[in-house]
């Protein structure tokens, strides 16, 4: 009888043990999908659009004279984008690319890169 009563106590043990694990797993996932989310990814884990100028790879296909279009589909939106007309017959638009710790910015004169400063990687 003993036996039985230790058996029964174990299997509700073991119960909510695996009741408490699978809360605490599921928690888990949407936290992972939470700093996923902040950081530019998919739940997977592949890089997002949000992260697509860290990639120092997509810095190296920049060229002189691409559109600012040509730009975001490289490098993805902007943190900000400031326009300042130097004349009335120019613009400069300067994109930026920050994250806190690597800042880029690339440079455009009447809608076309003029120069750019990489982040440091």
């Known amino acids: 009888m003993a036996i039985a009563v230790t058996l029964l ?8 043990a695996q009741q408490d694990n699978s809360a605490v797993l599921q928690r888990l ?16 884990g592949t890089p997002g659009a949000a992260e697509a ?3 120092p790879e997509k ?17 993805g939106k902007p943190t ?3 326009r300042n007309n130097q004349a009335a017959s ?4 300067i994109m930026a690319y ?3 710790l690597q800042n880029g910015q690339v440079h455009l004169l009447n809608g076309h ?3 750019w400063n990489e982040p440091l990687f």
Do not use: H, I, P
């Open 59 to 75: 810095w190296k296909r920049l060229r002189k004279g691409m559109t600012e279009q040509e730009v975001r589909e490289l490098l």
């Open 80 to 82: 900000t984008g400031n």
């Open 53 to 55: 100028w860290q990639d």
């Open 98 to 100: 920050t994250n806190g």
């Open 9 to 16: 106590s174990a299997t509700a043990f073991n119960a909510a």
């Open 29 to 44: 996932a949407a936290l992972e999908a939470r700093v996923a989310a902040l950081e530019g990814r998919s739940s997977n």
């Open 90 to 93: 120019q613009t400069l638009t």
């Open 113 to 115: 890169v003029s120069s």
